[in-house]
C-alpha cells in the first residue's frame, strides 16, 4: 500500500461516478475521505439534485454491502434496528434483523422522521453496534452512513438532534448544477420521467474490502505535526468564542478534524498534512457542530461565514 495506489483508488472511483453523476467531483472526493477515515456523511440539497442517485453510483464503487433506508413519518426505530419476533417452530425468539444490517447504508430523506427514529441510527453511528432488547450486536468497522436530507425549511422536515449531528464527519451542500452540467444532465437522462436504475450502467467496484482496510491503516499513519494539532484545536475552540456562535464544535470536531486531514492528505497525495487541508475541511466538517444565536439568525449569519472568520483570524502555521 503506498500513495499511488491510494491515488488510483480515488481515480477509479470518480471515473466510476462520471458515467453516471455530472459534476459534484469535490462531493466525491470528500465521499471517499470520509470513507479512508471511517466517517458517515450527510447530504443535504432541495429535491431533485440527485443526492439519492450519487450515492448508489459511490455505493456501486466499492465491493461492499449496500443498504437503504427511506425514512417517512411513521416509521419505528424497530423499522430501522429490527425486532425480536416469537418462531412457533423452535418455540424461542428470533432477531430479524433490521437494514441497519450492512456495511455502506443509504439513510434517505433522514429528517423526514421524528427524532425517535432518528436516534436509533446513534450508537451505529458512534460505536458501531446497536442493541436490541439487551443484547448487542456488531455492525462491523466498515459500516458507513450516507444520509440525504431536505433543507428543514421545507415542509415535514424535523431537525436532525445535536446529538446525531455531532456523529456526521462532513455535510456537504448540493447546490443547483451549473448551465452546462444541467444540460449535459438532461442530454444523458431526459429521455426518461423516472431516475435511471444504476444497474444500467455497469458501473464496477473500485474498491475492494482488503484495500479498503489497508488504505484506512496507510491514511491513519500519515504525518501530522504539532503545530498542525494545535492549529486544529485553536480553530475548534474558536467556534467556542465568537460572537455569532451559541455552541462551539466539540472535542470530537479536533479528533475528526485530524482524522479527516491525514486522509484528505492520502487522496492529495501527500504523505503529510499542510494547513490547507484543515482550511479545506473545516467548512463541511463544522457547520452542522455549531450552533448560532438568535441575534445572528436575525441578521443572517450564517455558520459558514462564522467559520470564515474563525478561520482567517487563527494563524495558520510555517
Known amino acids: 500500500m503506498d500513495l499511488q495506489f491510494i491515488a488510483d483508488i480515488v481515480s477509479a472511483v470518480k471515473g466510476e461516478t462520471r458515467k453516471v453523476i455530472v459534476g459534484q467531483d469535490e462531493t466525491i472526493e470528500l465521499l471517499t475521505a470520509s470513507l479512508l477515515c471511517g466517517g458517515h456523511v450527510l447530504l443535504e440539497g432541495v429535491p431533485g439534485t440527485g443526492k439519492t442517485f450519487m450515492v448508489q453510483a459511490f455505493a456501486a464503487c466499492l465491493d461492499l454491502q449496500f443498504g437503504r433506508i427511506q425514512f417517512t413519518p411513521d416509521m419505528m426505530p424497530g423499522d430501522v434496528l429490527g425486532t425480536n419476533l416469537f418462531d412457533f417452530r423452535t418455540n424461542s425468539f428470533a432477531l ?3 437494514p ?48 440525504t436530507e431536505n433543507p428543514i425549511e421545507q415542509q415535514g422536515t424535523y431537525p436532525l438532534p445535536e446529538a446525531q449531528l455531532d456523529r456526521f464527519l ?70 467556542r468564542q465568537h460572537a455569532s456562535i451559541e455552541t462551539g464544535a466539540s472535542p470530537r470536531a479536533a ?18 498534512v499542510i494547513p490547507d487541508d484543515v482550511k479545506k475541511l473545516a467548512l463541511p466538517l463544522m457547520r452542522h457542530r455549531i450552533v448560532m444565536t438568535a441575534d445572528a439568525d436575525i441578521e443572517g449569519v450564517t455558520s459558514d461565514q462564522a467559520l470564515r472568520d474563525i478561520i482567517d483570524q487563527t494563524p495558520a502555521p510555517r
Open 96 to 98: 430479524t434483523k433490521g
Open 100 to 147: 441497519i444490517f450492512t456495511q455502506i447504508l443509504l439513510a434517505d430523506e433522514v429528517n423526514r422522521t421524528p427524532p425517535k427514529t432518528q436516534a436509533a441510527l446513534l450508537q451505529a453511528m458512534n460505536e458501531r453496534q446497536v442493541s436490541i432488547d439487551r443484547q448487542t450486536y456488531d455492525l462491523g468497522d466498515e459500516f458507513m452512513v450516507v444520509a
Open 170 to 239: 462532513f455535510k456537504l451542500a448540493i447546490g443547483y448544477p451549473s448551465r452546462d452540467e444541467e444540460r449535459e444532465i438532461v442530454e444523458r437522462h431526459g429521455h426518461r420521467p423516472a431516475m435511471p436504475k444504476i444497474s444500467d450502467y455497469g458501473l464496477k467496484p473500485a474498491i475492494q474490502l482488503a484495500h479498503l482496510l489497508a488504505a484506512r491503516k496507510y491514511a491513519s499513519q500519515i504525518r501530522m505535526t504539532s503545530d498542525l494539532v494545535g492549529y486544529i484545536v485553536d480553530i475548534v475552540r474558536g467556534t
Open 255 to 272: 479528533n475528526m478534524m485530524a482524522s479527516a486531514a491525514r486522509s484528505y492528505a492520502a487522496i492529495c497525495g501527500r504523505d503529510f
